[in-house]
Structure formats: C-alpha cells, structure tokens
C-alpha cells in the first residue's frame, strides 16, 4: 500500500508539472494558446483515472503551486477553478462503481457511477465556477466593449468606409454582453468533455483504467432533471443585467450538454446504417459552419433523457453491458 501511495504521488506531481508547464506555454502570443489550455486537463485526468483520487489532487496542487510561482496567484486560483478542479472530480466520479446487485442488477457484477450524471455534474461545475469568476472580475459590460471595438478596428482596416452608427455598436456590444457567457460555457463544457473521453480512451488502452469502455451512444444523456435549469436559464436571459448574464451562462453549459447527448443520440440511431459515415459528416459540418442545425441536435438531447449505467463483471474492466433506470 505504500509502494501504491508513493506510486500515485509521485505520478500526480508530474501529471501537475506537466499541466503547469502547458498552461505557462499558453501566452496571448501563442496561436495555439487555446490548445495548450485545453490540453492542461489531459494530465490531471490521465493521472485521476488510472492513479485514483490522490494522484489527481496531487496533480491538481502542483500545477497551482507552478502558476502561483512563475505567473500569479489570481491567474492559478482561475485555472483550478475553471480546468483543474473539474477535470479532477470527473475522474473522481469515472472511478466510483458499486456491487450492482444493490440497484437490481445480476451478483458478481459492478455498476459504474452513470455517464448522465457524470455529465451533469461537468455542466454545473462549469456553471458554478463561471459565476465565480464573474463575481471576482465584475458582470458589467467592458469585456464585450473592448472585444467588440477591436472587430470593428479590424473591420475599419480592411474597408476604409465602414462606418456603423454608434445606436447600432452599442446594440452589438449589448448583444455580444449576453453572447459571450452563452458560448463562453458551451465551449468549457465540450472542451472538458472532450478532454474526459480523450483521457479515458489513453488510460483504457494503457491497461491502468478502473472504469470499463462504454458505449457513449447508448448511455451519453443528460439527467431529466437538467431540463429545470435549462429552462430557468432561459427565464434570467430575458431578465436583464447581471441575472441575465448568467441565464445566458446557464443556458451555454446547460445547452452544450443537451447538444452532446443529441450528438450522441444521432450516433445510436445510425448505428449500422451504409449511410452512416457520409451522414456523420454532414450533420457536423452544418453544425460547425452553419450553426443552425445544432438546434436540433439540442433538441434531439432534451427529448431524450435515458438515464443507463454501465455494468461489467466484479474486478474486469471489459465487456460490459448497460442498465436502464
């Protein structure tokens, strides 16, 4: 047990000195700036889910520990908050399972903490801890200003006479106030989402995963009851000032949820087509260029909240089956 501990501390530090290292790399110079962010959570996962709780939190601390050194206090707490933190806990909900026979399921067998609610909790950790740093930087609208007055700088530069009336630049940066949460949270959540399934894949095929390979199409929904807090998003968005920027928040992460089970979801129910591939594709191209059709993938994810949890044989992390709830 000690040779184990040591093994799980020693793996989290460097699994923090790495997520450190990329987040320092990660300079508004960079033009993969972005990348290097996101790929800070691989790490944390990676040592979360094939090292167990300890090996994630210690990575999660020294990653902090190297912010708060070599760039700021303000900037790590930021970085746990939003990145860090949440990759930690995923791991942490991947790894819990329990004997199935307490939940009506087959002797021998164990059942895995749902992919639903493994789900909910990302989108409400990201909401919980947006609202956080919005409370810390303030909710008022300089941010959209400066963005907004740089596109049109940029604008300006290309076309001399484009000249928008002033009523219609405070009407974008309004717009762009209650914009800039919406995708601000839908991004987070796909990017930790993303970061999840990218970890659990390297852990799986490394040998060192506890959870065992599920079948996301079947088993990739949102909790029923994250409908509630979708709808009281939407209700705050028409609110006005600071409650509808986090009606706008609410509605991203919440939103970007139900849009990965309709993703999901559209997976399932073309499953073995001959079609299948080419239409793949095309839903996720008209999604990335047009925008449009993600609606209905997000509706596709509110019509269907299937709640299943993995199955597989006590001490085997292959061959397992769902459990419908």
């Not at 190297?66 to 707490?77: C, H, I, Q």
């Not at 947006?130 to 963005?147: K, P, Q």
């Not at 073309?270 to 993938?297: C, D, E, H, N």
Request: proline share 5%; net charge positive; aromatic share 10%.
């Amino acid at each position: 047990m000690k040779t184990l501990n040591a093994t799980s501390l020693l793996t989290g530090a460097l699994a923090g000195v790495t997520a450190a290292l990329l987040l320092l790399g990660a300079t508004p110079q960079s033009y993969f700036a972005i990348l290097l962010v996101v790929a800070s959570a691989l790490p944390v996962l990676i040592a979360g889910l094939g090292w167990g709780n300890a090996a994630a939190a210690t990575a999660v601390v020294v990653a902090a520990l190297g912010l708060a050194v070599f760039a700021s206090p303000l900037s790590a707490l930021f970085v746990v908050i939003i990145m860090l933190a949440p990759a930690a806990w995923l791991s942490h909900l991947a790894n819990l399972a329990r004997p199935a026979s307490e939940i009506g399921g087959p002797e021998g067998a164990l059942a895995w903490y749902p992919l639903s609610d493994i789900l909910a909790h990302l989108v409400a950790l990201v909401t919980v801890s947006a609202i956080i740093i919005g409370a810390v930087l303030g909710y008022d609208d300089r941010f959209a200003s400066i963005v907004v007055d740089q596109v049109l700088i940029a604008m300006k530069a290309q076309d001399p006479l484009f000249n928008p009336d002033q009523p219609v630049v405070e009407q974008i940066k309004s717009l762009f106030h209650i914009a800039w949460p919406l995708l601000f949270g839908a991004l987070w959540v796909m990017i930790l989402f993303a970061a999840y399934y990218i970890a659990s894949r390297i852990v799986q095929t490394s040998g060192k995963g506890l959870r065992p390979r599920e079948d996301m199409p079947s088993t990739l929904r949102m909790h029923r009851y994250a409908i509630f807090a979708f709808l009281g998003g939407l209700v705050l968005a028409f609110m006005g000032g600071t409650p509808a920027v986090i009606g706008a928040l609410i509605c991203g992460t919440f939103g970007a949820g139900f849009l990965l089970a309709g993703f999901a979801v559209f997976h399932f129910r073309t499953r073995g087509k001959s079609w299948r591939l080419p239409v793949l594709w095309i839903g996720y191209m008209s999604v990335l260029i047009f925008q449009v059709p993600a609606f209905f993938f997000l509706l596709s994810g509110l019509m269907d909240t299937r709640r299943a949890i993995a199955l597989s044989p006590a001490g085997k992390t292959t061959d397992t089956e769902t459990k419908e709830l």
